[in-house]
């Protein structure tokens, strides 16, 4: 811990909040960017998508949406390897720059009724740039704070940069009710879902001018005077042994459980209200907003505990907490907004607009709509039941604070600032991107999939195989999260390391 | 503690391929074949993307641990 050097403890503290000021709002930004694609799903599987089967466009816009996810590491590779080359601060510019215009192209792109199946290869295309960037952003962007600032005080400094991810899925949510609200639900549907993504262009180009008047990462500067940077990053990170069994360790170890854990936490959690729980759409947005708001704090105070207890304690307790609670909170949420759990009161039943409404002695409100055929039900929520809900995604955002608000400084503290950039950004975002991206896309599969076979064997015998098939999805996440708990107790050490 | 993170290697590998074979073997084949257009997005998923870096990174991973990589020392 003993790394004060006079490298770092000439940046100021005024210095120190521009540099996390300014890395911040840029990392949030492509947050936002990245998700608004997520939170407007399924208004997307409508418009780039064939019309014909619903199920199958609300999957390929997942496919699509995880697309982006997969990318990551390879936006990471690139950009990490440019950032140990020629420095942190112009590689983030750079992503910065590529993930605005392709988050405002996407928000310009023509539907399937104009262009045909070329609007969902645009799209995809697109996607594939925001996962690129993203790939580069991250990385650059802890790496830059950790690089500016004190030891003692590391993990408190890039929990900053911890809590854009969570602030840019609420920006992203209130853009978006924001939008709706302030026009009819025809015109949102019509064109109103493109402003969300065109807005993003208009922050990118604030956040460039203030990147730009940045300095270089006083670390990165010495040891580029010194002719200590390396000439290939990606042959030192990957290509030693000693090096890559440390990228190896830290995906198994840390980023794979940490990555599931936000992702169930903060994506599924809104899935699985909206497509398994059928809560309303603008409900379930102010639910997940609610239990994001309260909870983002708690980034911080976990990133300076870190600093005090050390990284590894705090992100295995959050991971253990998952495991050991994901199925009866999941099972929770679903029985609070199961009608069938509830007293009807019958005579407030009515008809309107080819719905039937029906009311609940919770103050819960059912809306049955027939689709070509298919009855489809969605739930408003009584307030009572309202809190609950938010209390228990809130849990969960906690578990998310405890993974991933020390992560980013655990990361840096692992590599050698030659190689930092490149090894701390690819198990980061095969982590985040890989494990913890595509989980929305298994996770809705693995619970479609145990309904059906539910069905089939209901119909064939009476008795079926899934007790709780809406449960079915979390056994990725808490998988995932053991093999990491297990991997990270056993082979990581608890002692914050030297950066230099 | 050294010979536990040695001898938990085997385990790492063994994880490894036992992943690699249900993902392929009861996963993504039986998909692949289904015929169904939402089976094939999670078959490509399996295969091409969580197949190759679970196996073969759980599999480099334990054979580093195996040979006493992680040791304290």
Known sequence: ?500 | MNTIKRLLGALWIMLGLAAGYYLIVSQAIPQFSSGKSEDLVPAIIYTFILMPIITGGLCIFGWYALRGEYDDN
């Open chain 1, 1 to 500: 811990m003993a790394d004060s050097s006079p490298v770092v403890s000439k940046t100021n503290k005024k210095t120190l909040w521009k540099v996390i000021g300014a890395s911040s709002l840029g990392t949030l930004i492509e947050w936002y960017d990245f998700y608004i694609f997520g939170s407007l799903a399924i208004v997307i599987s409508t418009k780039f998508f064939p019309p014909d089967n619903p199920t199958a466009a609300f999957l390929s816009t997942l496919a699509t949406f995880a697309a982006g996810f997969v990318v990551r590491p390879f936006g990471a590779l690139f950009f990490g390897r440019l950032g140990d080359l020629i420095g942190r601060k112009y590689t983030f510019l750079v992503t910065l720059l590529v993930m605005g215009l392709a988050t405002c192209a996407i928000g310009l792109v023509p539907g399937y009724e104009t262009i045909g199946f070329a609007a969902p290869v645009i799209v995809l295309l697109l996607r594939l740039l925001q996962g690129l960037a993203l790939g580069g952003e991250y990385g650059g962007a802890a790496t830059y704070v950790a690089e500016h600032s004190e030891p003692e005080k590391r993990g408190f400094r890039t929990s900053w940069i911890q809590t854009t991810a969570t602030f840019g899925l609420f920006i992203s949510l209130g853009v978006i009710m924001l939008t709706k609200s302030s026009m009819s639900a025809e015109a949102f549907d019509e064109w109103g879902w493109r402003v969300p993504f065109l807005i993003s262009s208009v922050m990118v180009v604030v956040s460039y001018f203030i990147r730009r008047n940045m300095d270089e990462s006083p670390l990165f500067k010495k040891a580029k005077s010194e002719g200590k940077t390396s000439s290939n990053p990606l042959r030192e990170s990957f290509g030693k042994r000693y090096n890559f069994k440390f990228v190896l360790l830290a995906l198994f170890g840390a980023t794979m459980g940490q990555g599931v854990i936000w992702y169930t936490g903060q994506f599924y959690a809104l899935s699985f209200l909206q497509n398994v729980c059928r809560v309303d759409f603008d409900q379930t947005n102010y639910i997940i907003g609610a239990a994001l708001l309260a909870g983002t704090g708690f980034f911080v105070f976990f990133g300076w505990l870190s600093d005090k207890v050390g990284r590894k304690p705090i992100m295995l307790a959050g991971m253990l907490l998952a495991i050991l609670t994901y199925r009866p909170i999941y099972d929770r949420i679903y029985r609070l907004t199961d009608v069938s759990n509830k007293q009807e009161l019958v005579d407030q039943q009515r008809m309107e607009g080819g719905a039937t409404i029906k009311v609940y002695d919770d103050g819960s409100v059912a809306t049955l709509i027939d689709h070509d055929g298919i009855p489809t039900q969605t739930v408003k929520v009584g307030q009572r039941t309202f809190f609950s809900l938010a209390l228990l995604i809130f849990i969960q955002v906690l578990y998310v604070t405890m993974v991933y608000g020390p992560i980013a400084a655990f990361l840096v503290e692992m590599f050698p600032v030659r190689i930092r950039y490149t090894s701390m950004s690819l198990p980061y975002h095969i982590g985040n991107g890989i494990f913890g991206g595509l989980l929305p896309a298994v996770a809705t599969y693995l619970v479609t999939k145990a309904q059906a076979t539910n069905a089939v064997a209901l119909q064939a015998s009476g008795a079926m195989p899934y007790d709780k098939p809406y449960l079915a999805g979390l056994w990725y996440p808490i998988i995932i999260a053991g093999v990491s708990f297990v991997i990270g107790l056993l082979y990581l050490k608890n002692k914050n390391q030297d950066v230099q």
